[in-house]
């Protein structure tokens, strides 16, 4: 059974990676392209839920302790729908650009809720449980 993928707000939550990434540019083009708002979210957010996160309404707090845990990129998209293609089709073209992103997922209405730390951490494990290397 597909997860039920929210459509709302279009937001791209990028963690760990900016202009100094590979395919950085090409990943705003189709951020762009698909009317997906970039959000840059660092350690300052882990306590924020992504909801608020991408609706850009979190206010960053102290940075957690368990912070440096999470240290490979990840890619959380809201906003695109797969039943029409939309989310397939931005995911091949990110895959086109060379940027890598181990972790990906879209929001769901179970995970809107969470924080962002909650949302890596299962992200991270779902991840190593994959082979896809230690959990981060």
């Not at 395919?23 to 997906?36: N, S």
């Amino acid at each position: 059974m597909k997860a039920h993928i929210h459509t709302q707000p279009r937001a791209l939550l990028l963690w760990r990676f900016g202009p100094e990434s590979t395919g950085y540019d090409a990943v705003m083009q189709q951020a762009q392209a698909y009317r997906l708002t970039p959000v840059f979210v660092d350690a300052a957010h882990l306590d924020c839920r992504i909801r608020d996160l991408c609706a850009g309404r979190a206010t960053p707090a102290p940075v957690p302790a368990e912070a440096s845990q999470w240290q490979i990129p990840a890619m959380i998209i809201s906003g695109l729908r797969h039943d029409n293609g939309d989310l397939n089709g931005f995911l091949d073209a990110v895959k086109k650009s060379g940027a890598e992103f181990p972790i990906r997922a879209a929001v769901t209405p179970t995970s809107e809720t969470w924080t962002l730390a909650h949302l890596l951490e299962e992200l991270s494990a779902e991840h190593h449980a994959l082979g896809g290397g230690q959990a981060q």
